[in-house]
């Protein structure tokens, strides 16, 4: 992978713990397709429009064949959005998306040293949205790089290399909520796939056993309580039973039960529905008994990871409804964004743009469209200049840290589609 250039970051003055803006956003080195360039955080320059080439007069026949395959690859699936200001937003979300995913199916997080990694998280949400906007093939290249990484064990590392050489060696400890996300990406990608007509049987057969072996690591990982194993999660900076765990888990158990029934794997599918029970179970006494905050057993800080136990990865009963909407009440910051956790140990008054989106994505999967519009909105509002998502935006409104960031570009084409038409819910299995 090449860097067409060097990171500049912003000359304006930044708060204690918040970080500057470290790129404008990425472009595509025409003459080379996958090379990514980084682009200035203070760069003045355009994109062709609907690609991810930047502009020069004149175009080059290298530019001009680039753009065509541009809007050729968006032309193949929906930009979804009412509006031409959210229609561009999801172009953009779109076209990054396709930018960070590389030839071997690695999502590179962002572009910036500390993100330029391929995280099973964010990998697994990323599958779903190019699923879910007609990018099928680029979702199940996205499944099978998860699947070529998958641990002896049936987890996976917090991150690996982007060539495939293999986990980050950073002594990071795993991060158990991939094997929720990960069965979760390949059944929404098989339902998008149904949906559209196309089989998936040969394929879906291909992707089974790193299900298979997600899904018994999972059971293999629940307490007595039913409540999975201490884990570091998306926070990324504690070792504990977390709600950020725990729910992901339970739809990735729903998720791999639903795709054992169709495959007639009957053993696997009543195995994984009893695991289920037992972990949904353990989440309603655990977390339920005090709100469905961070941690369990104990009335600790909001998390907005709530969200999670909502549409589209669950159906939400009327306590867990009541939850995220009061956990997001709770965590709205002054600048109209939203911060991981009453808890956080972070900065305080800088919104994280993957949770607000969460947020967003369920008041969309809900029909509460005044909410959905004014948080969508809000995003294409606090943009780079490129039209980046960023992964920050700070107190005063601008757009800070990594741009793009794969994780809330997906969240937020989620919320899109969703804002249409309601995503697919993954249904409880009997048992």
């Known amino acids: 992978m090449t860097l067409g250039s060097v990171v500049l970051v912003a000359a304006i003055p930044h708060p ?20 990514v360039i980084v682009v200035p955080a203070g760069s003045r320059q355009h994109y062709f429009p609907s690609s991810s080439v930047l502009e020069t007069t004149p175009a080059t026949a290298c530019q001009q064949a680039a753009v065509r395959a541009d809007r050729q690859w968006l032309s193949a699936g929906i930009v979804p959005g009412d509006s031409p ?11 990054d998306l396709r930018l960070s995913t590389r030839p071997d199916g690695a999502v590179i997080a962002g572009w910036h040293d500390r993100w ?3 995280w099973p998280r964010d990998s697994s949400w990323v599958a779903v949205a190019l699923a879910v906007t007609g990018h099928a093939g680029d979702s199940l290249r ?9 641990l002896p064990s049936g987890t996976w590392a917090a991150r690996y290399r982007p060539d495939g050489s293999g986990p980050v060696d950073d002594g990071r400890p795993a991060e158990l909520d991939a ?23 040969g394929q879906l057969a291909g992707l089974w056993p790193m299900v298979e072996a997600a899904a018994d690591a999972t059971v293999r990982s629940l307490s007595p309580d039913g409540l999975p194993t201490a884990s570091m999660d998306y926070w990324e900076n504690s070792v504990q039973v977390t709600l950020g765990t725990a729910a992901p888990l339970l739809t990735g158990l ?3 039960a639903d795709i054992a029934g169709e495959l007639g794997q009957k053993t696997s599918a009543a195995n994984w529905a009893r695991a289920a029970t037992r972990l949904a179970d353990g989440i309603a006494a655990g977390f339920g008994r005090y709100g469905y905050h961070r941690l369990p057993y104990t009335d600790t800080g909001d998390d907005a990871a709530v969200t999670f ?13 009541s939850a995220i909407t009061d956990t997001e009440r709770s965590l709205r910051l002054p600048n109209g964004g939203i911060l991981p956790g009453s808890d956080w140990p972070g900065n305080r008054t800088t919104a994280w743009t993957a949770e607000t989106a969460f947020f967003a994505l369920f008041d969309a999967e809900t029909g509460h469209q005044q909410s959905t519009s004014q948080l969508l909105t809000w995003f294409a509002l606090h943009t780079t200049r490129l039209g980046t998502l960023p992964e920050k935006v700070d107190a005063r409104g601008r757009a800070v840290s990594a741009a ?12 899109l589609v969703a804002q249409a038409h309601p995503l697919p819910v993954v249904p409880v299995p009997a048992g």
């Open 309 to 321: 136990l909502g549409p589209p990865f669950a159906a939400a009963g009327p306590a867990v409804v």
């Open 16 to 35: 204690a713990g918040v970080p500057p803006l470290y790129a404008a956003g990425i472009a595509e080195n025409p003459c080379a397709p996958h090379d």
């Open 404 to 415: 793009p960031l794969a994780w809330t570009d997906a969240a937020v084409l989620l919320t």
């Open 116 to 118: 330029e990694y391929s």
């Open 254 to 256: 729903r998720a791999a």
């Open 179 to 201: 094997n929720g996300w990960v069965p979760w990406a390949v059944w929404c990608w098989s339902v998008a796939e149904k949906e559209s007509g196309r089989g998936v049987d």
């Open 142 to 150: 996205i499944l099978r790089f998860l699947q070529q990484t998958q």
């Open 85 to 95: 200001q959210l229609t561009s937003l999801a172009t953009r979300a779109l076209l």
